[in-house]
């Protein structure tokens, strides 16, 4: 679970063509660097990922490559000097199902916790509406845990959308802020 906050929690995105050259940047260097996104949100001054690299150190080069590249973008964009994100990237390694569905889940419901749309498919710029939809799509990569949560392709639709009929619980939330 990787997350890059704004300097001074100021915004990383201005308007939608940001997102949309963000998740292309995350398109092109997640493929170029063997890095597996599994989950993401773009909210206005951050940015909450959950990805899978096999290679020593990638997850750290992924996001030192991607963050440089989208803060040139960004400055040049929006005629402006300096850093974009406050500090390094935060982390945290995953290691039980139960916690990579929790914080898949805590991803894609940021834009409903920040009072910003009703449902998670409301909101453009997640990952929920191709992860609900059972087909995640080209950037996406399925882990096997949500694989697994069915065989066949309703199957495991189904059971996406059923684990957000729930409240994430208030100690998961705070393990997950926390870490």
Not at 35 to 61: F, K, Q
Not at 83 to 95: A, D, N, P, Q, W
């Amino acid at each position: 679970h990787l997350v890059a906050r704004g300097n001074n929690r100021l915004p990383c995105f201005f308007d939608d063509q940001d997102r949309r050259v963000y998740l292309g940047y995350l398109r092109d260097y997640s493929a170029e660097l063997a890095c597996e996104i599994h989950a993401y949100v773009l909210m206005t001054n951050h940015i909450h990922l959950l990805v899978t690299c096999r290679e020593p150190g990638g997850i750290s080069r992924f996001m030192q490559v991607l963050n440089r590249r989208y803060s040139r973008y960004f400055n040049r964009a929006h005629g402006r000097t300096g850093t974009l994100y406050e500090g390094r990237f935060r982390s945290c390694l995953i290691e039980t199902e139960r916690y990579f569905l929790a914080v898949m889940r805590y991803i894609e419901l940021n834009p409903v916790r920040a009072g910003m749309v009703a449902l998670p498919g409301d909101y453009p710029w997640s990952s929920h509406r191709a992860n609900a939809s059972g087909i995640p799509g080209g950037l996406l990569t399925p882990h096997p845990i949500y694989l697994g949560l069915a065989a066949a392709l309703e199957g495991r639709k189904w059971a996406y959308q059923r684990l957000f009929e729930t409240a994430i619980p208030d100690d998961d939330i705070q393990i997950i802020r926390g870490s």
